[in-house]
Nanobody
Framework: QVQLVESGGGLVQAGGSLRLSCAASERTSTFSSYAMGWFRQAPGKERTFVAAISGSGSSTYYADSVKARSTISRDNAKNTVTLQMNSLKPDDTAVYYC???????????????????WGQGTQVTVSS
């Protein structure tokens, strides 16, 4: 089973940018068969969808709250997924989690229940 490690979180001022990365362990047989997602959880709130990408990278989905200022991408040769977030707002403050599901190259989900493997999360704090 793939293991996920997030990085790239930190403290940033409103209007700034962050690049979050998720690295999958080398134990995975075919990273391109994993749909990958980013979710976030603010204190006292439920974990919510941010962005997702199919195994092939051909399909991407975004939450309305980040769609205009975020880009999800993947490098299957390096077993990594990246979430670029721009024009950050204080409301973006949360722990960001990477998630994976082995489902083939073309299917992708946008709910927490759909994913079976999660990373430990990385904190993003946006100051006003």
């Amino acid at each position: 089973q793939v293991q996920l490690v997030e990085s790239g979180g930190g403290l940033v001022q409103a209007g700034g940018s962050l690049r979050l990365s998720c690295a999958a362990s080398e134990r995975t047989s075919t990273f391109s068969s994993y749909a990958m997602g980013w979710f976030r959880q603010a204190p006292g709130k439920e974990r919510t969808f941010v962005a997702a990408i199919s195994g092939s990278g051909s399909s991407t989905y975004y939450a309305d709250s980040v769609k205009a200022r975020s880009t999800i991408s993947r490098d299957n040769a390096k077993n990594t997924v990246t979430l670029q977030m721009n024009s950050l707002k204080p409301d973006d403050t949360a722990v960001y989690y990477c998630a994976a599901r082995s489902i083939g190259s073309w299917v992708v989900g946008t709910t927490t229940r759909w994913y079976g493997t999660w990373g430990q999360g990385t904190q993003v704090t946006v100051s006003s």
